[in-house]
């Protein structure tokens, strides 16, 4: 049976670390690629780890309905989750994960409410500080940024079906896996 389930939690907690733990071990499981309008990130491949599109062609790909859900995230990048691809997976019977923020998350829930909203929460804010600064990624002001937005995002907890804490990449992984193929899933329509 197709279910679709969403992945959402606060910026450095692991979420595509996470999805590339299942689509490595779980190939049975379909997973988004979304789209973005932020530069790659070293070792970042189009197509595999996001769609990297500028401006104009993420504002296109809205006005012609072709997101599921989309959003401005830490206030410079677009993000989105093209909407063909999920339908064809679900379509197709494969168990469909979106990896994606909570603004997009509380998007779909009003067009898929029927689907599984995971939380992927941090062991501690300690340590969600201490992966962001430990990526090396974002400048000074960046860090800032998303440090603040994370304390929103975390707030949301609540919104969601089930929390899973990401302590360890493979526990948490096995633990959505189990969450997405257990008995209770149920079809998305």
């Not at 919104?159 to 804490?165: A, G, H, K, R, S």
């Amino acid at each position: 049976m197709s279910r679709l389930t969403v992945l959402a939690g606060p910026t450095a907690v692991g979420k595509g670390t996470i999805a590339a733990y299942v689509r490595e071990h779980h190939p049975e499981i379909w997973i988004s690629v979304s789209a973005t309008t932020r530069p790659p990130r070293p070792g970042e491949v189009h197509g595999q780890h996001y769609f990297f599109v500028d401006d104009d062609e993420f504002d296109r790909m809205i006005a012609d309905g072709e997101m599921l859900e989309w959003a401005v995230v830490h206030g410079s990048a677009k993000y989105g989750t093209p909407r063909h691809a999920v339908s064809e997976a679900l379509a197709s019977g494969r168990p469909a994960l979106l990896e994606i923020d909570l603004q997009g998350a509380r998007q779909v829930r009003s067009t898929a409410p029927d689907a599984l909203f995971v939380f992927l929460a941090p062991p501690s804010w300690e340590e969600l500080v201490n992966r962001l600064v430990g990526r090396g990624t974002e400048t000074e002001a960046e860090r800032e940024r998303r440090l603040r937005t994370a304390r929103q995002e975390l707030a949301a907890e609540p919104e969601f079906d089930v929390t899973i804490v990401n302590t360890e990449i493979p526990a948490a992984g096995e633990e959505l896996v189990r969450l997405m193929l257990g008995p209770s899933s149920a079809p998305v329509t």
